[in-house]
C-alpha cells in the first residue's frame, strides 16, 4: 500500500538530507573563511544566492534544471550525431540514449531517481543556511582561544582542527536544531517535487470531488487519516526536541558559556 | 474586449459577482492581471482577519505560558505546541475533514466546511500560536528594571499590565512580528490547494495562478504576476507595520531603535 511507504520516503528523506546539508553546509562554511578568494567567493555567494530567494521557487526549479541539465550532458556524450534543437517550443527533447532515466527502465529506476533530485534540490537549499548558521559559530568561538592555540605553535590547519571544530558546535546548536525542525516540516513540500509523500496520498484521498464511500466497507475515514499524520509529525518534533536538548547538554558540559556555568553552579 | 470591460466582468470574480465563466482560451494579460487580482481579495481577507483574531489569542496564550498556575501553563503549551509543531498543510488537511465528520452529526457545522470560514478558523490558531511564542520569548525578556521601577510606582494587577508589561512586551515582540504577519499572508495561499474547495472557481489568487498555468501550459506569466502582487503586499504590510513600530519606540532616542528586518522563511 502505497500510503504506508510514503511515510518511509519522509523517514529516509530526512535521514539522508540531514547529514548531507551538514555536510555541504561544513564546506561552504570553510570556503567562506578560506584564504584562497575565489573560494571565499563561491561560499558567500551560494550562502546569499540560496538564502535570499524563497525556498519554494528553489524546490520548483532546481528539480526541472537539474534534470534537463543531466539529460543535456548525458546527450552531448552518448548521441554525438544528433542535431535537433534541445528547445522545442515548450517540450525539452533529446535523443532517446539521453534519456534519465531511460525509457524502457523499471518504474522503481524512475521512482528512485526522482527521489535522488529531490534529496538534492533539499540538501543545496539547506546545505545554504547550515552554511550560514556555521559561518556564524565559527566566529563566536571565543577569540582568546585560538590565539592560546596559535600560542602554542599550532598552525593555522591545527588549529582549526583541534580547536575550533570541536568548539563551535555548541554555539551552532541552537542554529542547527532550529533548521532541523524547518526540515521536518519541508517535508510535505516534496510532493511538489513529484515524489509520492504523504501529501501526495493526502491530495490524492482528499481531492476526490464527489467521494463514493459506499465503495468501502467502512465510513469516512480520512479524517483519521489525517489526524494519524498530524500526530506523526507532532511525535517527530517531540523526538527531536528531547534528543536535541541532550546533545545540547552534553556539549555544553565544561563550556565557557552561560549554559555551561549553570551547569556546573548545579554540580558544585 | 477592452481591458475596462475585463475589469468589470472578473473583477470581483472572486466573490462570485460577475462574469460566471472563466476565460477559457485567447487569454489575454489583462485578464490574467484582473483574475490574479482578484483572487488577491481573498489572501488580504483570510491574512487581515486572522491577524487581528490571532493578536488577541496570542497575548492570551503568551501570558498563560509564563503563568505560575499548571491549569493555565499546559493548555497554552499544548495548544502552541501542537499548532507550531505540525506543517500547516496537513492542519488543514485535517481540519476540513474534521469538520466535514462533524458536520454529518450537527449540522451547524456545515458552514465551517467551506474555506471561508474553515480555513480562517485554522489561520486563526495557527497564527496565534506562532505569534504568541514570540510574544512569550518578549515577555521573558522584559528588562527587570522596568517591572521594579513598576512595582516602586504601586502599579500592580491590571494597570501594571497595561502601562508597563504590555507596551514593552510589543516593542520588543514587534520586528519578529512583523515577520510573522508576512509569512501569514504567504500562508494564505495553502488555503485552495489543501482540502478546502473553491466552490464555483472562486479561489484566491494562486488559485487562479495555477489555472491559467494550467491552461496556458506557461507558468512564466501567471506566477510572476502572482509575485508581484505579494510582493506589493508584503511592502503595504512592512509600511504599516513599520509605523506601529515607530509608535511604539516614540519614547526611544532614534538611534537606539530597534530596526525591522526581514527574514525570509516560507515554510511553516
Not at chain 2, 159 to 188: C, D, K, Q
Request: proline share 5%; with cysteine.
Amino acid at each position: 500500500m502505497g500510503i504506508y511507504w510514503s511515510v518511509g520516503t519522509v523517514l529516509l528523506l530526512l535521514a539522508i538530507t540531514a547529514p548531507l546539508a551538514l555536510l555541504l553546509g561544513f564546506g561552504a562554511a570553510n570556503a567562506a573563511r578560506s584564504r584562497v578568494a575565489p573560494l571565499r567567493w563561491f561560499g558567500k555567494t551560494y550562502m546569499a544566492v540560496v538564502r535570499g530567494v524563497p525556498d519554494i521557487a528553489f524546490f520548483l526549479f532546481f528539480v526541472i534544471a537539474l534534470d534537463q541539465g543531466i539529460e543535456y550532458l548525458r546527450q552531448k556524450v552518448l548521441c554525438p550525431g544528433w542535431d535537433q534543437p534541445v528547445r522545442q517550443g515548450n517540450d525539452f527533447v533529446v535523443c532517446p540514449q539521453a534519456k534519465m532515466p531511460l525509457g524502457n527502465a523499471a518504474q522503481w529506476v524512475h521512482e528512485t531517481y526522482g527521489f535522488g533530485l529531490a534529496v538534492l534540490t533539499f540538501s543545496i537549499v539547506f546545505g545554504a543556511f547550515a552554511a550560514n548558521v556555521l559561518f556564524g559559530a565559527m566566529r563566536a568561538v571565543p577569540r582568546g582561544q585560538l590565539e592560546t592555540a596559535e600560542a602554542y605553535g599550532m598552525s593555522r590547519r591545527q588549529v582549526t582542527r583541534r580547536i575550533l571544530v570541536p568548539q563551535m558546535w555548541v554555539y551552532a546548536l541552537p542554529g542547527l536544531s532550529n533548521l532541523w525542525m524547518v526540515l521536518i516540516k519541508a517535508t510535505p513540500l516534496l510532493f511538489l517535487l513529484g515524489v509520492e509523500d504523504i501529501v501526495y496520498w493526502a491530495r490524492e484521498l482528499g481531492g476526490t470531488k464527489t467521494p463514493n464511500f459506499t465503495d468501502y466497507p467502512h465510513g469516512d475515514w480520512r479524517m483519521w487519516y489525517f489526524l494519524a499524520l498530524l500526530i506523526f509529525y507532532l511525535a517527530l518534533t517531540k523526538v527531536s526536541e528531547v534528543v536535541l536538548s541532550r546533545i545540547m547538554s552534553r556539549l555544553t558540559r565544561g563550556q565557557a558559556t552561560a549554559g555551561g556555568e549553570a551547569q556546573r553552579k548545579a554540580a558544585a | 474586449m477592452s481591458c475596462v470591460q475585463t475589469i468589470a466582468d472578473y473583477g470581483l470574480r472572486s466573490l462570485g459577482i460577475g462574469e460566471r465563466l472563466l476565460p477559457r482560451a485567447d487569454f489575454t494579460l489583462c485578464q490574467q492581471f484582473t483574475l490574479i487580482g482578484s483572487g488577491m481579495i481573498w489572501n488580504i481577507y483570510f491574512g487581515v482577519l486572522a491577524l487581528a483574531a490571532g493578536f488577541l489569542l496570542a497575548t492570551a496564550l503568551a501570558l498563560g505560558k509564563t503563568s505560575r498556575h499548571t491549569l493555565l501553563r499546559k493548555p497554552a503549551d499544548w495548544f502552541i505546541f501542537i499548532f507550531r509543531g505540525s506543517p500547516l498543510f496537513i492542519q488543514f488537511f485535517f481540519a476540513y475533514f474534521l469538520f466535514l465528520s462533524l458536520k454529518g452529526a450537527v449540522p451547524a457545522f456545515g458552514l465551517f466546511t467551506s474555506a471561508w470560514a474553515g480555513a480562517l478558523v485554522v489561520l486563526f490558531f495557527n497564527t496565534a500560536a506562532y505569534s504568541a511564542e514570540i510574544f512569550y520569548g518578549a515577555l521573558l525578556s522584559i528588562p527587570k528594571g522596568d517591572t521594579e521601577a513598576a512595582d516602586a510606582y504601586g502599579l500592580s494587577g491590571w494597570s501594571r499590565f497595561r502601562r508597563v508589561i504590555w507596551p514593552t512586551m510589543l516593542r520588543l515582540a514587534w520586528p519578529a512580528y512583523t515577520n510573522e504577519a508576512i509569512f501569514l499572508f504567504h500562508a494564505t495561499t495553502l488555503v485552495f490547494f489543501s482540502g478546502f474547495p473553491a466552490l464555483q472557481q472562486r479561489g484566491d489568487a494562486l488559485y487562479y495562478a495555477s489555472y491559467f498555468a494550467d491552461k496556458t501550459f506557461n507558468p512564466f506569466i501567471p506566477y510572476p504576476i502572482l509575485a508581484g502582487y505579494f510582493i506589493l503586499l508584503t511592502l503595504t504590510v512592512i509600511t504599516i507595520f513599520g509605523a506601529i513600530n515607530a509608535r511604539l519606540n516614540r519614547h526611544l532616542p532614534s538611534d537606539a531603535r530597534k530596526k525591522l528586518r526581514i527574514r525570509p522563511q516560507v515554510i511553516r
